[in-house]
């Protein structure tokens, strides 16, 4: 039963990963009620993370090929700094910093104490409240040629609150973009940028970790579930790229605020553990 409970969380993983609606979470709620109702851990969602970035590459590989040439080359003084590509390459590093930082200060937190559903029901509640306002709100007249190294922090701030399941890695930073006033596409392809240096790194040491601390998966289930998220992944953030440039968040932030009320009734009726 585990390698079909591991392949439904790999799907689970690639359909949400780049959803503002936390695939931690549901990552989560889903493992408390498959039969072995257990939490699947902090590094198998980190590890399956790693197919659905790998899908975030492939799908902007020649963006990520240009960016990385023209920072490489900006290093070595053959294009200028201000070059847009070479600047995003910046931005990016920028960006990653706060959710590197944070992610090792509460590692021990993230693990375990963030992982309650009580806070994962709070959280996708109020930030999918959030979201909506900075939907409704935000001025969306910006584009990801007027990123500034300000905004790239704010960004990476946002990132980091992803480390809180429920918050959502692309809902958090797209919540921010629109506040400053980005456009959805803008948000969401910049979010979805950002996350590669966080997600690769994160996984990575997870799997390592993984090696010695074996999880509820084995490795085998889990490398199954991460290549069942790359494929699925990959066509989800195609879609969701072209569905934010002529819809709103609303469907989202709807999804999120009836999850969360129907966990809180879950978990107050005692089906679930938190």
């Known amino acids: 039963m585990n390698w079909f409970e591991a392949a439904f969380l790999g799907l689970i993983q690639g359909l949400t990963e780049f959803l503002p609606i936390s695939s931690s979470a549901h990552l989560r709620i889903i ?4 039969p072995g109702a257990s939490d699947p851990g902090a590094a198998f969602t980190a590890i399956t993370q ?37 600047r995003m390459g910046w931005l990016i590093i920028l960006g990653s910093l706060p959710i590197a930082v ?10 375990t104490t963030f992982r309650s559903l009580w806070i994962v029901a709070t959280t996708l509640i109020v930030f999918g409240l959030i979201l909506a306002v900075a939907d409704y709100y935000g001025r969306q007249d910006r584009d990801l040629s007027q990123l500034t190294p300000k ?10 609150l992803a480390l ?86 609303r469907i989202f932030v709807w999804y999120r605020v009836v999850l969360g009320l129907a966990l809180y009734l879950l978990l107050g009726f005692n089906v679930i553990n938190a």
């Open 164 to 249: 809180i399941p429920g918050v959502s890695r692309s809902g958090g930073t797209i919540t921010a973009g629109l506040f400053m006033g980005y456009t959805r596409e803008a948000a969401a392809r910049y979010s979805f940028l950002l996350a590669i240096p966080a997600v690769f790194a994160s996984g990575l040491y997870k799997l390592v970790k993984s090696f010695d601390e074996p999880g509820y998966y084995t490795l085998p289930q889990t490398a199954l579930a991460t290549v069942i998220a790359f494929v699925v992944g990959f066509v989800i953030v195609g879609w969701f790229l072209k569905y934010v440039s002529t819809h709103s968040y």
């Open 102 to 111: 944070l992610g090792l200060l509460f590692e021990n937190q993230i693990d």
């Open 151 to 160: 905004h790239g922090v704010y960004f990476g701030l946002a990132q980091a």
């Open 50 to 86: 790693l197919g659905t970035e790998t899908a975030v590459v492939v799908f902007f590989w020649r963006d990520i090929v240009r960016i990385i040439g023209a920072w490489f080359n900006a290093l070595l003084g053959k294009r200028p700094h201000a070059d847009p590509d070479a």
């Open 31 to 34: 493992g408390e009620m498959l």
